[in-house]
């Protein structure tokens, strides 16, 4: 048996866009990558006053 590949991954709710921003740094210089999303709601599609929150997914490949 042979392992092809080790993927962590995280998700993290913000409070604001600064304290995104400030973690996005701190776990780039961990070797973590961030995906592009910036903001996500958990309300429907359908609903028409959306609430969306700071939002980031980080991965790594080991």
Do not use: I, N, P
């Not at 080790?6 to 995906?35: I, N």
């Amino acid at each position: 048996m042979e392992k092809l590949l080790e993927l962590k991954t995280y998700e993290y709710k913000y409070d604001s866009q600064e304290e995104r921003e400030k973690h996005v740094k701190y776990m780039k210089e961990q070797g973590y990558e961030c995906s592009e999303q910036v903001r996500r709601s958990d309300d429907s599609l359908m609903k028409d006053d959306r609430k969306y929150y700071w939002f980031a997914h980080f991965y790594k490949y080991m």
